[in-house]
């Protein structure tokens, strides 16, 4: 009679080895894919931050005198470059959003420049860039929102809090305006 | 003994449970989105296009991705985005119908009541169909949409691209993007993203159903069956037409007004 009270609890006990082993190799996925993913979106914020250098000429050599926008595009890119983990890497970057939607404001009341056909291509270039950033957040928070709905679910949460999965991923919020970058009509 | 059967019930019970809410997942929800036609390349769900314009896309399509090994360039017309923005709808459309393999694919998009169009390209073809290129396409389409009518315009626009597509095989700028997109995100199946592990599970389950039915004489598994046809309503079937070969955009291109 003993023998089959052994059996059946060394059973369970292999079972839920095996459960554990399962959402480990789940949760190593997941993390991975947070990680790919917020390369992918590194890559699109790079992507942005090299096109500002242009943009900041072009409008020069309109000899538009607006000072104050190009010392905070200064500080923007200095804030970038200064940044070092995600959360600070997040930050700088809306910051460069909100700063870069200044600009363009301000170009809006330089027909000279918004005839310009460098501006334009621009634009459409900021235009394009900031869609790719849009698409990447996405995935990005999509990922990270698998990977917290695993690790807070019963039963795996029990399984996640044994291995050390932490909620440590942020989210990326969508700027104001960042969503739908202006329509270039010309 | 009868103790000990009832603690074992309870306990396969719980494990089942958990088992099948692990297989059964959290379904993904999609906007809901038209499949692609059968000829793949020509998709004019608005109907404003005639059937020789219709034949000529799907030709060139079809060419297309045989002189690209690969690349795919779809046309879609569609009445109304419904609320969405065209990058949104765009950019899920690409990647529901999977299109080009090894992400050579470009979508060029048509929403009759918003007038607006957008030219969607895939990460594979980033850097030989440029934003600003795009752009340009997408202001000629325009044009010989006011001086030429609609099928004229989209035949002219829809050769371009492929045009570009075919002269440009191996200019691509941004080479690492895109690697990393080979795991599925959604919350979909657990045994496709874990066969060593599913594999296992199935051998556990049919231990316990063994186990059940000896010590219970399968009331639990009853039980579980009743709740697993319940709760089961996967979605979206029949990827039967759909041709696309496997690919992604990251929300390259440009949109425009017509």
Known sequence: MKNKTWIIIIGIVVLLAVYVIGVQ????????????????????????ADLIPNIVETVKAQAIK??????????????LSGAANIQDKIDANAEVTSVLGRLLAIAESYPELKQNQGFQDLRIQLEGTENRIAVARKYYNDSVKSYNK??????????????????EFPYIQAEEGAEKAPEVKF | MKKLRLS???????????????????????????????????????????TDSGS?????????????????????SISTLGGSTIEEYSNALFNKWK??????GVLFLLSMK???????????????????????????????NEEKGIDEAVMTIYTDICSIVSGNEDAVQYPEMG?????????GSFFLENPVAAAVLVIIVLVLLILDIILTRGRVTFIILRMLAASSRRGGGGGRRNSGGGGRSGGGGSSSGF
Do not use: H
């Open chain 2, 179 to 187: 690697k990393s997109r080979r795991y599925s995100i959604t919350g």
């Open chain 1, 150 to 167: 695993k690790i807070k679910v019963f039963p795996t949460n029990i399984a996640a809090g044994i291995l050390g999965y932490k909620d």
């Open chain 1, 25 to 48: 190799r789940s949760l190593v996925n997941l993390s991975e894919e947070i990680n790919a993913s917020w390369g992918d979106v590194e890559i699109q914020y790079q992507r942005r």
């Open chain 2, 99 to 104: 299109i080009g393999t090894e992400d050579k």
């Open chain 1, 66 to 79: 607006e000072q104050e926008i190009f010392t905070q595009i200064a500080e923007a890119r200095a804030r």
């Open chain 2, 56 to 76: 000529y896309i799907a030709r060139l399509g079809e060419s297309t991705y045989k002189s690209t090994n690969g690349g795919q360039v779809v046309f879609v």
């Open chain 2, 8 to 50: 074992a019930a309870f306990l396969i019970t719980l494990f089942l449970a958990a088992a099948c809410i692990g297989i059964i997942g959290v379904q993904a929800s999609e906007p809901e989105m038209p499949n692609p036609t059968s000829a793949f390349y020509f998709n004019d769900f608005a109907r404003v296009l005639d």
């Open chain 2, 114 to 144: 918003e007038r607006e169009s957008r030219i969607e390209v895939g990460y594979g073809y980033e850097g030989v169909l440029t934003d600003i290129e795009s752009n340009k396409l997408l202001v000629k389409f325009s044009e010989l």
